[in-house]
């Protein structure tokens, strides 16, 4: 009969550990693969939460950057451009200066005018050298975004530098500016100045000129008028000023070609005759032409005379005159009959004092004009048209 099966007895060839052996040790393997587990994902996630921030930091950084990058590349730019005009408008007005110079023959500008004008323009030149060497400065150029924080970080470095720079480029050009600016008054100013010194001398030129004809006078004052105007250097100065230099050497070239047509044994007295007549009528134009007969009359002792005139501005008139009236003067005669010319020249100015409808009236006038100068001989139109009225006379002491 065989033995009876205990629990507590192992069967053969097998063995067996206690329960709560076998229990614990299974536990403890479990809790170290959790606390394991544990260990890694929190170091995963905090390490995920740095690259985060970095990342983000970056991200930020580097906008920020690139925000203030993009803004100092405008001012620049916009300064580059503001330069660059002030720069073009020096150089458009320096080479109108330059072609003034060009341009003057030496007949009217003071030449000290011109000294300060060469100067302004050598100064001018080197203002423009200054800033067209700023403005060969190229602007730096931001490239494409990087990807990763460690180079966001880098490139946004970068930026701050280029910023640093394009403030400084950006000073520089400014600086620019007032030098450009103060350089183009300097050569306006001494340009107008230039321009208008041959303006003003037109004046006395015309005072040197006295034979000259009445349309060249004419054409010197208005070319003299528009050169005075002038208010900045541009083409229309330059056409303005080789206008009135072209006016000044025609009133020169008309004075020689009536002094020539004058020229002769009589030419002295001629030209006293004539200043005599132009300063019985001051401001008046007068101009003058010579003939063997004038009005039917020059030969056997008669003398002749005959104006015209002009009822529009300027005051003016051409008086011919026998060659009669030179070779007797200075004669009462000729005063007289001189005075008797330049009253018709004169009513220019005083057209409502006199009736100017008939021949009559208008030679009366003429001689009640030179009777009121003091010129009694009949020669001053008594002998030719009668005594003129007395209110003729009076009126005509208004009219000088």
Known sequence: MSAPFSAAQPSLGGHALPAHIVSGSQTTRNRRRTAGLLFGTVGALVAAGILGALQLSANLGYDDARAEFDVAVDSAQDTMSEVALSADELVATSDTATLLLDRDSGILADPVAKDVLVSSVAEA????ASADQALEAELPVAGAKPTFFWELFGVADDLHLEIERLEDLDAELR???PALVTAETAMTDAGLAFVGSAATAATSFEAAHLSARNDDVIALRDAASTAAGASALDDTVVTGFVALQDAAAQVS?????ELAEKAGPLQGVRLEIEAFARSLAPGVLLEFDWNRIVNGAGENGSMGGLTTWWWDEP?????ELSNSVAEQWPADRSKALVAHEVGHAISVKCEEMYDSSTQDSIE???TAW??????TDDANGVWAYGYPPQSYIDASYGCR
């Open 370 to 375: 030179a009777i009121g100068m003091g010129f």
């Open 125 to 128: 030149a080197d203002a423009a």
């Open 364 to 366: 009366k006038w003429a």
């Open 253 to 257: 070239a008309s004075q020689e070609a």
């Open 315 to 319: 005051d003016r008139a051409v008086i």
């Open 175 to 177: 600086d620019e500016t």
